[in-house]
């Protein structure tokens, strides 16, 4: 998170692309750590204008990471 702080402490948007948190947004600097500080929880959505993305593929991504989730914590629960 060295970044984030990075740039809300000068206050710009990021540059780092290779940054896992960098979206292209510049109103949240670029960062999608401020993004989740500065608008808390987001529709879908919102999400998806801030990724530039159609909203039905931000569905699947989501669908996609909650399957994962429950593979992961399935043995967890079984234990």
Do not use: F
């Not at 919102?46 to 399935?74: F, P």
């Amino acid at each position: 998170m060295k970044c984030t702080e990075q740039c809300k402490e000068a206050n710009s948007a990021c540059t780092n692309e290779s940054c896992r948190q960098w979206i292209d947004y510049g109103e949240d600097l670029n960062c999608s750590v401020i993004a989740v500080e500065k608008n808390g929880p987001m529709t879908l959505e919102q999400v998806s204008e801030r990724l530039g993305m159609t909203l039905v593929r931000v569905k699947q991504i989501q669908d996609n990471a909650l399957v994962k989730i429950k593979k992961r914590i399935s043995p967890m629960l079984h234990e």
